[in-house]
């Protein structure tokens, strides 16, 4: 009960911390938790983890993590997920590589989720190449075949080079292999073709949209008609 109370405390003060961007103070804190084996379950754990991403110190998430596996409380395929999430974002691709090969290698298998996550750094980098290798790869897969988020990622990857073209190949894909897009799905696809300026395949998108049967977000619809307005 003693020992709960404890890293209940840690936790509040570790978020407090976080919240005014004070990095040294948490760091030290979060030592001195390990340091006297004040070690939390893995969701917390991993919500730490994900904290210390957010401040960009990903690097010492990865030391945490690396202290967490010798301990008795291990790491997740949610928490290594949430690691390689961290050095994507900060761009260090080679880094989320050699995360995701450690990964395997201690008998961790990726889900869905954390090829997605792979892939949005992929696309990120501009890496269109390799993104839909990548998509290709977890297609042929049994347990990790992508979802809707994972064709969602790629289409704004390709929206984002600006080839809206093979952004409107990659949606059709999805309906091919029943992956069913979602509103974000479309509002990306919509959002794309507009900052192309092509507002007649918007229109388009918008069309199969509500034939579909998902209905547009009343910011998206009302973001058409600006644009509209404008030409």
């Not at 976080?18 to 990095?23: A, G, M, P, Q, R």
């Not at 291990?74 to 590589?97: E, H």
């Not at 998509?135 to 704004?156: C, H, I, N, Q």
Request: proline letters at 3%; aromatic letters at 8%; a negative charge.
């Amino acid at each position: 009960m003693l020992v709960c109370l404890c890293i209940s405390a840690f936790l509040k003060i570790f978020k407090f911390l976080k919240f005014f961007l004070n990095v040294e103070p948490a760091k030290r804190l979060l030592e001195s938790m390990i340091k006297v084996n004040l070690i939390p379950d893995i969701i917390t754990f991993t919500h730490i983890v994900k904290a210390l991403c957010d401040m960009c110190l990903v690097g010492d998430a990865t030391i945490l993590v690396d202290t967490l596996l010798k301990s008795d409380t291990k790491p997740d395929v949610i928490t290594f997920t949430t690691l390689l999430r961290g050095w994507c974002n900060v761009g260090d691709m080679k880094m989320a590589y050699k995360i995701l090969k450690s990964m395997i290698e201690l008998g961790y298998e990726p889900n869905v989720r954390t090829w997605t996550v792979i892939l949005h750094g992929l696309c990120q980098q501009n890496a269109m190449s390799d993104a839909m290798h990548l998509v290709e790869t977890m297609s042929a897969t049994g347990d990790a075949k992508p979802d809707v988020v994972t064709f969602t990622t790629l289409v704004r990857g390709w929206c984002k080079r600006g080839d809206m073209e093979m952004a409107t190949k990659v949606f059709d894909l999805a309906w091919k292999m029943n992956v069913v897009p979602n509103e974000i799905s479309y509002n990306t696809l919509i959002q794309g073709w507009c900052e192309k300026g092509c507002e007649d395949r918007a229109i388009d998108v918008m069309e199969r949209m509500k034939a579909a049967g998902v209905c547009p977000d009343v910011v998206d619809s009302d973001y058409l008609d600006s644009i509209l307005l404008q030409g």
